[in-house]
C-alpha cells in the first residue's frame, strides 16, 4: 500500500482566514514532504520533516506553519496568504534513506481571494 | 547552471511507437532518480525509480541511468494516448534534498 492521503481536496480562503491542510500516511514512512505546484511547473520543496523533526525549510514565508504530530501525520497551517499562495499544494513520504523513493498525495487547491 | 533539466516539450509521438525522454542532471554525488507521470490537475505519480547504471525495465516502461554522463532516460514503449501527460524527473542530490526538472509534456496521438 502507498498510499498518502490529504485533506481538503479543494480550499477557498481569503487573506484574514486561518486554515489548516492534513496529511495522512500509514506506511510506516519516516520523512514526510511539503511541496507547492504552480500550473505547468513542477512541484517545489517547502518542507522536509524527518523522523518527526524539521529537517529542510525552503526559506519558506511564515505564514506557512508546518506541524508533525506524530509520524503519521503531517499538517501545513495556513495564515495571512496572498493571491500568489494559489497553487496545488502537494504532500509526500518516504522511506528515509539512500533510495528516498517519494509517494505523493492527491493534494489541496488552494485558491486565496 | 539549473540542477535537472528536461528535453522540452511538447513530444508528439503516434500510438505505438516509442516515446523517449531525457533528462541531465549536475550534482555528480546524486544517487537515487526517479520518474513520474502527472496528469493535468493531478498530483505526480511514481512510474520507475533506478539507481545503478544500465536499464531497468517495467512492462512497457525503460529506465536508462549514466552516471558518467550526468543522464537518465525514459523508454515508453507501445505509446497509448492514455500515456499523455507531463513526465517528470526527479533526481535525489548529495545534499539530501530531491529536485524535480521542469517535465516533459507527451502527447500520443491516435
Known amino acids: 500500500d502507498t498510499e498518502v492521503t490529504q485533506t481538503p481536496k479543494h480550499l477557498v480562503m481569503g487573506m484574514t482566514n486561518k486554515k489548516s491542510l492534513k496529511c495522512e500516511q500509514h506506511m510506516g514512512h519516516r520523512a514526510m514532504y511539503w511541496y507547492k505546484q504552480k500550473a505547468k511547473k513542477p512541484p517545489e520543496l517547502m518542507f522536509v520533516?524527518?523522523?518527526?523533526?524539521?529537517?529542510i525549510n525552503e526559506s519558506v514565508p511564515s505564514r506557512f506553519s508546518p506541524e508533525c504530530p506524530n509520524s503519521s501525520l503531517l499538517n501545513l497551517h495556513l495564515h495571512a496568504l496572498q493571491p500568489e499562495d494559489s497553487a496545488l499544494y502537494l504532500c509526500a513520504s518516504s522511506q528515509k534513506g539512500e533510495r528516498d523513493t517519494q509517494y505523493f498525495g492527491p493534494g489541496t487547491r488552494l485558491t486565496v481571494l | 547552471q539549473k540542477e535537472v533539466e528536461q528535453n522540452s516539450g511538447p513530444l508528439s509521438v503516434p500510438e505505438g511507437a516509442i516515446a523517449s525522454l531525457n533528462c541531465t542532471y549536475s550534482d555528480r554525488g546524486s544517487q537515487s532518480f526517479f520518474w513520474y507521470r502527472q496528469y493535468s490537475g493531478k498530483s505526480p505519480e511514481l512510474i520507475m525509480f533506478?539507481?545503478?547504471?544500465g536499464d531497468k525495465e517495467d512492462g512497457r516502461f525503460t529506465a536508462q541511468l549514466n552516471k558518467a554522463s550526468q543522464y537518465v532516460s525514459l523508454l515508453i514503449r507501445d505509446s497509448q494516448p492514455s500515456d499523455s501527460a507531463t513526465y517528470l524527473c526527479a533526481v535525489k542530490t548529495s545534499y539530501d534534498k530531491v529536485i524535480f526538472g521542469p517535465g516533459t509534456s507527451l502527447s500520443v496521438i491516435p
Open positions: 533506478i539507481y545503478s547504471n
Open positions: 520533516y524527518s523522523y518527526e523533526k524539521l529537517s
